[in-house]
């Protein structure tokens, strides 16, 4: 909302600096979000006096600066006032947007030669470009503005005072009005103006309507548009002859009906839009526009002026199935007041009158369906300091509460009793109050109160400590953690999940980003695919975050980690072989992460179903207890897919994967040192490494550790076979082994590496 | 006599003082004390001196060349410990793993976190898809509502779910779940429909934090983000209520933090202002008691949130929001050690 200082001035002496007045606006919650001063209004047009007229034909004039000397055969005059392009073409009112018609500048006066433009009266304003919380509506015009300055500066404030006359012929001798649709519009009154000249407001109002950002019409509809942002009340005028009917019918739509409003669109209306009618055609769309077949032109003659109060609610709805927005649909929709519906019509009717020389009818018709009573709240001392922290005397707040056009029924210093005026429908109950005065006399003024209370800390705040601390040892291991969003498009997710399972957005902003990711995969993915295309092959990162599915008629977002690597092992130096990432890298930092959280009963499953993104033969399964992730190879076809410039490896894990963490409890540790054996041999290349290794440890109690610390195959190992060597520790309880014992031990596993694994072992066998 | 001995010892002296290996000092012990040496020399023609001046003489001779060895063994022994190997060039690089870190949104989330949860606030999450009911009806938002637009908010298929718009919806469901006293701060990922711009994108991450107790007021509110902008920022940050409206508390207001960049006195970064705009807060209407059945008339509690980018953007001085779901590894590199 544009407010004009000199507009304020009509209701509230005041005469602050306006960067004060915007300071005491916005800190008590009525934003200013810029000042203008109305120079800028006219940087389009240069504004000139005529100072002389020269022999030769030539005009002197003065543009404020100084004095220029022009030829033109214009008629100028001297001493008046004309405006100037920059390019020396004189402007009319059309186009300096003062008025709807082609005319020159014109100000009934003769000014001394010299005088400044801004310096002449109503030129010069200040705008403060406001905004307004859509819980006040009543700030929707000047005097709600100058209100609230009233109120914040303890300066008295006045309604706009005006008298009306009135004509012998009563309004209700020749009009009427009926209200079917009493819940949409719950009161209706008009007046009656007739023998108007329609014309051009005079150029004060016009000014204030320009500078408000409302282009002039004529003296009728300026004045609907003026007394609305003066009272904040939308009004609408008729053309009373092409109405085309004594009375005035408020109902509901059927759906289908149409009617062409005055921004010359034909509207389509659903069901149940409050309707003006002449009693058989649609005449305007209640409370958000009027009808293009009864709108004000250069010939009207009689006017029939309407003031009303719409149902916020039915409003709203209109406003949004019809898509327009009206500065009448505005206030509306948040809310006017019932009870400023006579004032604004005779507001109206009193200047229409005045601007057009028209005679108004003796009355005015109110019709309404209920009385709109105030509100009654009871303010104690009590709620305000438990509220807003701070003590205030009931005195001070009753000030402020008075300012705001409140009235103080009965009360003492402990509670007042005060009757909310309609046009404050936003104050409820006792905490509305309580923020009034808050506001009003400053947050500025609260102290922050840092003690805390004694409430018992932190109750379960270990998930997000936990997946913290996984998100630190990954970042120790040398990954970045990356945070993206989980939007994407049908072609980003179809390799992932079948399209019927995908999370889809009804009102995506683009194709891009419709659905809702189904797994980790893709979002890491271009990250990768981002870095590599600048050149970074090295990447390791990981994130920890939800992915989308149905579930029944609900939905779930379980959480994942997602870890990937690409590029070379180890960093590149020469402290490094050069070889790339594989298989066991990722798996070894799966293995390392489950380690480091002291989960050891984690199985990975060689040949089982992974999902198609994994290469089959270099994924694998991971397995703790029912939870399964994977990790593995990223497939040819998805690189192609993502542009990836080097293989990617990647372990997904849905989060619960890790619960169950194993609770620790101290056991007193084996401080005699373990023994240790090697044994080398020659087996299939087809036994898994793992079944080994836990057939080894189950041959007794006394194996503590078997580690493979050496595998190589080539020329020297037959075909299909591959060399294993193991390091196995033996140990016993409170005791050493004697060589003996473990000798017998190390037989054993020497027989089972042969009978069980047709090993050939060497020194044996070999 | 005299003045040779002393000129012998400032030499020595200097010698040892610039020798750098143990050869150079060899050289030098073969020049002072070697069988030619210059102090054995001098110990050879003490037998010249008249009787009464060879005590004197022979005294200082042997002083010096006692002095000669001590110089000598310790320039050996200190030049043991500062040499290293010849075989060895440890000016080559380290051995050095890969560096990772963590994402600055978490960082910043990370450090919101520390500084509530010390002051006894509990963590509490809530799901990212949501329902009408937590994200608006419950926290008393108009059925018509613009933020219900589906032009400002993310809808799913299934009637009435949709992307949560921020993190309120959590403070519902604690409170329909929990009995008060309740303190809980709850980061998230939110939504909005916004056209992506420097500003804006299409998913951003708040904490919304909660405190309900039979007596709690603004200046408590006031109270406990001045302690976080202090933590946060430094301790000078003053804090700064505007008021505001939202739907869902009352009083409302917009807090703003002063200016870190100026200190107050304006600058750019705050447009001239002193202060920069954080987000809003406010005490919980009561008929947001009233929908998770908390009697509005015994409890009273504040509510605020804060936007992570923004904060981030300001502690880094991140012009563009698009950066954080880039996820450059350019980008993510900077933000180690924070």
Redesign the interface.
Known sequence: MRISYNWLKDFIQVDLKPEKIADYLTMSGTEVEKIERSSMFFAKGIAVIVVDKLDDGGVKIFDGKSEIIINTDLPLEKGKLYAFSKDGFIMDEKELGLSSFSRALEIDKIFEPGTHLLALPDFDDVIFEVEITPNRPDCLSHIGIARELSALLGLPFRKPEFEIEEVEEKIEDNFSVEIEDTDGCPRYACRYIRGVKIGDSPLKMRLRLFFAGIRPINNAVDVTNYVMLELGHPLHAFDKYKLNSNKIVIRSSTAGEKIKALDEKEYILPDGVVLITNGDMPVAIGGVIGGENSGISERTREIILESAYFNPRFIRRASRKLQVVTGSSVRFERGADPNMVPFACDRAAYLIALLTGGQVLKGIIDVKAEEFKPRFIRLKKETIQKVLGIKLDMERANRFLVGLGLVRKSGSNKAILYEVPTFRHDLKDEVDLVEEVGRLNGYGRIRPNMRLSGLPPNRSTTDYFFKRKIAQHLASMGFFEVVTNPFGSETDFSPFERVENLVRIINPISLDFAFLRPTLVPSILRVFSQNHRHKKLNCRLFEIASVYRHRGLEYEEPHYLIIGSSGLRMPFSWGWGKALVDIFDIKGVVENLFNFLGIDEVEFIQNDVKPSYFVPDESIVVKHGETRGYCGKITEEIMERFELKTPVYIAELPFVIFRYIPKRIFKEFERIPTSRRDVSFVVDKSTPASNILRAIKGVSEYIVDVVLFDLFEGKQIPQGKRNLTLAIEYQCPRRTLTDDEINSIHQKVIELLRTRFGALVRGIDL | MLSQLDRIETELELAIQNARTADDVNVIRIKYLGKKGEITKLLHTLGKLPPNERPLYGKRINELKEKANILIEKKLGELKTISGSKELDLT????????????P??IVI?RV?EIF?G???????G???ETEYYNFDALNTPE??PARD?QDT?????SS?L?RTHTSPVQIRVMSTQRP?V?IIA?G?CFR?D??DATH???FHQVEGLYV?E??????L??????FARELLSINVK???????FPFT????EYDFSCIFCNGRGCRICKNTGWIEISGAG?VQ?DVFKNVGYEPEKW?GYAFGMGIERIAMLLFGIDDIRL???????F??QFRGV
Do not use: Q, W
């Not at chain 2, 006031?222 to 302690?227: D, E, H, I, P």
């Open positions: 080559l690089p380290g051995r050095t793993h890969y560096i990772g870190g963590l994402h949104i978490n990370d976190v949860t002051m006894g606030f509990e963590i509490a999450s799901p990212e898809i018509d509502h589906i993310f809808y799913l298929e299934k779910y992307l006293p303190r980061p990922k429909r056209a992506i994108f299409i998913c107790d007596d709690v007021s603004l200046a408590d006031k109270g406990v983000l001045t302690v804090v700064r209520f505007r008021p505001h409206f009352e009083p409302s207001v005490m009561n009273r954080f779901y880039e996820n450059d590894l350019r993510l590199s």
